[in-house]
């Protein structure tokens, strides 16, 4: 079973501008979390989509925002890019149901860079 | 407030020697515990989980950790140390519903010869 993937993996955009960051689960599983990665705040959970609704989110300012699709692929905006906002964006997928079901999976990141 | 702490930035060990990474969280509710491994460059791979039962976990690569209640600790070991295993470790809790998991600043691994 394919792990799962996100694109582009690697970004430079300067500041002002936005970018938008996607990601594939794991067949079969219907949630998707998005992480940010910097080496001075480390992990920091950003949302989570299930059902293409946003079930959870975390401490980050309005312009960081998401979707999900009916076929569980999501992607991720940032507007108005400000030089913080270089870092090591991370998705991960769960199944929801059943056993296991915080059980995340993580794809190998998108490395975003904001001159 | 809820919390994973992991005491050690750096830790440099032997290769063939023994292995134990710190992990010390806080959190309000029954805790789901995961040690994850990152290399550079890549993703999280998940090491174990704990979710209840039997408080020592098996993990993948040879790695195992113990959770411990009264102490609030979940300690990842490893009885021989590859040079493989060189890479930064991760400790992460969350709720059982899973969502957001609230990660440790990390231990990097380093492995001499």
């Known amino acids: 079973k394919a792990g799962v993937t996100q694109t582009p993996r690697y970004l430079i955009k300067t500041r002002g501008q936005q970018v938008t960051l996607s990601c594939s689960p794991i067949s079969g599983h219907r949630s998707v979390s998005w992480y940010q990665q910097t080496p001075g705040q480390g992990l920091q959970f950003l949302f989570e989509y299930f059902s293409e609704t946003q079930r959870n989110k975390g401490n980050f300012p309005g312009r960081f925002s998401g979707r999900q699709f009916s076929n569980s692929r999501s992607e991720m905006n940032v507007s108005t890019l400000e030089l913080g906002d270089s870092a090591l964006y991370l998705c991960?997928?769960?199944?929801?149901?059943?056993?296991?079901?915080?059980?995340?999976?993580f794809g190998p990141g998108t490395r975003l860079t904001v001159l | 407030a809820q919390s994973v702490t992991q005491p050690d930035i750096h830790i440099t060990v032997s290769e063939g020697a023994s292995l134990e990474l710190r992990c010390n969280y806080s959190y309000g509710a029954t805790p789901y515990l995961f040690w994850y491994v990152q290399s550079p460059g890549q993703g999280l791979q998940l090491l174990l989980k704990?979710?209840?039962?039997?408080?020592l976990v098996q993990g993948i690569k040879g790695f195992e950790a113990e959770f411990k209640r009264s102490q609030s600790s979940f300690n990842l070991r490893k009885p021989s140390v590859h040079w493989s295993d060189a890479a930064e470790y991760f400790c992460a809790v969350g709720a059982q519903a899973g969502t957001a998991l609230i990660f440790g600043k990390g231990t990097t691994l380093s492995v001499s010869s």
């Open positions: 704990y979710f209840s039962g039997d408080t």
């Open positions: 991960a997928s769960r199944v929801v149901e059943g056993k296991g079901n915080n059980e995340q999976f």
